[in-house]
Structure formats: structure tokens, C-alpha cells
T-cell receptor, first 111, second 115 residues
């Protein structure tokens, strides 16, 4: 079935370590997004990409990095520069019709 | 610029009662509007969307929403609440001009259903 796959679902990291979250889609969507979700704050946009080999910063890009080498893949790296990385991370994709299709999310906990 | 305000971070209704979740938006161009639902530890699922045309939009699970331009609102309703409706609901706005595909989300409303 078509959809968005995020992995891992749960991830633990020690302070000072980088970690990469995977996001793969087989919907043939051009645009992909990463959101961060914290209780009571809704979803905040980290990075988005509207085409391969191009991406833009969202509202809270500091401490994160992305790449878009393939249409299907948009991995997110949470670097040691991210001061408060514990959160629920959601990947999404869309066509130009506007609505987003979401993955099941990855929960990152820093120990 | 675009923004979304959801009034009430928590809403409780009795099973069988009307559900009303409020959403107001701001947008410098005609908006596209969305409601999503999220169950614990899961991604978001689209309930309904408004792009153009009819202002009363019907979605899945018996939900509907009405776009009111004069009030800049897009409230979500369901005539009779069911226990399975307990979840968090997010309103989102996107500007309709080409090249701007970012969605801006509200902070969410957690819906509790009282048996």
C-alpha cells in the first residue's frame, strides 16, 4: 500500500550524539516535510523540500539538518546542537493539492 | 503570513452530544483550510478540507466544517459524539498561492468523550 514510513518509531539518544530519523514515501509526492510536536504546542515546521536536491528551513531549523537526494526519501538529522531534542517527530508529504499525508511518527528521547 | 487559533485546548462532551471545535485563521490570500485528527502516538489523519467552492465541507466519521470568510472561521462539528471520537484535533491553514505549500497548524484541541 502507498504511504509514508518513518523509522525508528522509538529512539533513545545520549546527549552529544547525532541521530538520523528516516522518512520514505511511495506516493510519488514532490513535497516532503518534517514537523516537531511538543505537548501544547501543536506542530512546528523544521524543514521542507518541494523538489529533489532542494530544501528550505522552517520555523525551528536550528540544530537540525536534512537532505533530499531522492524523491522518495527525506531523512532528518538531529544534531548535538539541538538543545532540547526530546520530542515526537512527524514526516509528511504532499502534492500541490495541499493536504499533507503523515507518517506514524518517531519519538526521540534524550537520556 | 498565516496563522491559526484554536479556542480551547481541552473540550469535553457527553456521548451523543454535539461536538464543536473552534478554529479561526488569518491569511493574506484566500486560504486552504484543513482539520486533522491524531490518536495517541500516531500520525495525523485528514478529516476534511476546504479549498474552493461549497463552504460546508463534509469529512470522514460524520464530521463537517463550515468556512465563514466574514468571521475568518472554520469550526468543526459533529451532531452526536461517539466514544471513538476521543482524540486530538488540529486545524491548519495554507495560503492558496502557488509555490507556498507550507501548512501552519493550530496548537490542537484534545476532545474527551464522557460516557
Amino acid at each position: 500500500d502507498g504511504g509514508i514510513t518513518q523509522s525508528p518509531k522509538y529512539l533513545f539518544r545520549k546527549e552529544g550524539q547525532n541521530v538520523t530519523l528516516s522518512c520514505e514515501q511511495n506516493l510519488n509526492h514532490d513535497a516532503m516535510y518534517w514537523y516537531r510536536q511538543d505537548p501544547g504546542q501543536g506542530l512546528r515546521l523544521i524543514y521542507y523540500s518541494q523538489i529533489v536536491n532542494d530544501f528550505q528551513k522552517g520555523d525551528i531549523a536550528e540544530g537540525y539538518s536534512v537532505s533530499r537526494e531522492k524523491k522518495e526519501s527525506f531523512p532528518l538529522t538531529v544534531t548535538s546542537a539541538q538543545k532540547n531534542p526530546t520530542a515526537f517527530y512527524l514526516c509528511a508529504s504532499s502534492m500541490y493539492t495541499g493536504e499533507l499525508f503523515f507518517g506514524e511518527g518517531s519519538r526521540l528521547t534524550v537520556l | 503570513a498565516q496563522s491559526v487559533t484554536q479556542l480551547g485546548s481541552h473540550v469535553s462532551v457527553s456521548e451523543g452530544a454535539l461536538v464543536l471545535l473552534r478554529c479561526n485563521y488569518s491569511s493574506s490570500v484566500p486560504p486552504y483550510l484543513f482539520w486533522y485528527v491524531q490518536y495517541p502516538n500516531q500520525g495525523l489523519q485528514l478529516l476534511l478540507k476546504y479549498t474552493t467552492g461549497a463552504t460546508l465541507v463534509k469529512g470522514i466519521n460524520g464530521f463537517e466544517a463550515e468556512f465563514k470568510k466574514s468571521e475568518t472561521s472554520f469550526h468543526l462539528t459533529k451532531p452526536s459524539a461517539h466514544m471513538s471520537d476521543a482524540a486530538e484535533y488540529f486545524c491548519a491553514v495554507r495560503q492558496s498561492n502557488f509555490g507556498n505549500e507550507k501548512l501552519t497548524f493550530g496548537t490542537g484541541t484534545r476532545l474527551t468523550i464522557i460516557p
